[in-house]
Nanobody, 123 residues
Framework: QVQLVESGGGLVQPGGSLRLSCAAS????????MGWYRQAPGKQRELVAVITSDDNTNYADSVKGRFTISKDNAKNTVYLQMNSLKPEDTAVYYCNAGGINYSGPIAKKFGSWGQGTQVTISS
């Protein structure tokens, strides 16, 4: 089982910055892609940004130019640098990872979610 632990959420004023981190842990796994999703009250969960094992990235149009996703392969950690934050960025942010788990007798695909971290943008 691959577990994800997020950190870095909080309350900031509009125009401010936050950096989210998500660390993956477990035994014998490889990651194909990691990403960040968010869910605001009363709305569906939406993709924010994703980064693949070969460093391809994709962003939601609403965050392009403001958010940057990056990763540290040695630490199995993905980061989301969020700049020029807006009140509409307020949401619970969830980390997601997908890959292959080799810990059992047969290699299996996995998909894991973090517990979520609250990001609130307000003056």
């Amino acid at each position: 089982q691959v577990q994800l632990v997020e950190s870095g959420g909080g309350l900031v004023q509009p125009g401010g910055s936050l950096r989210l981190s998500c660390a993956a842990s477990g035994s014998a796994f490889s990651i194909n892609a990691m990403g960040w999703y968010r869910q605001a009250p009363g709305k569906q969960r939406e993709l924010v940004a994703v980064i693949t094992s070969d460093d391809n990235t994709n962003y939601a149009d609403s965050v392009k130019g403001r958010f940057t996703i990056s990763k540290d392969n040695a630490k199995n950690t993905v980061y989301l640098q969020m700049n020029s934050l807006k009140p509409e960025d307020t949401a619970v942010y969830y980390c997601n990872a997908g890959g292959i788990n080799y810990s059992g007798p047969i290699a299996k695909k996995f998909g894991s979610w973090g517990q979520g971290t609250q990001v609130t943008i307000s003056s």
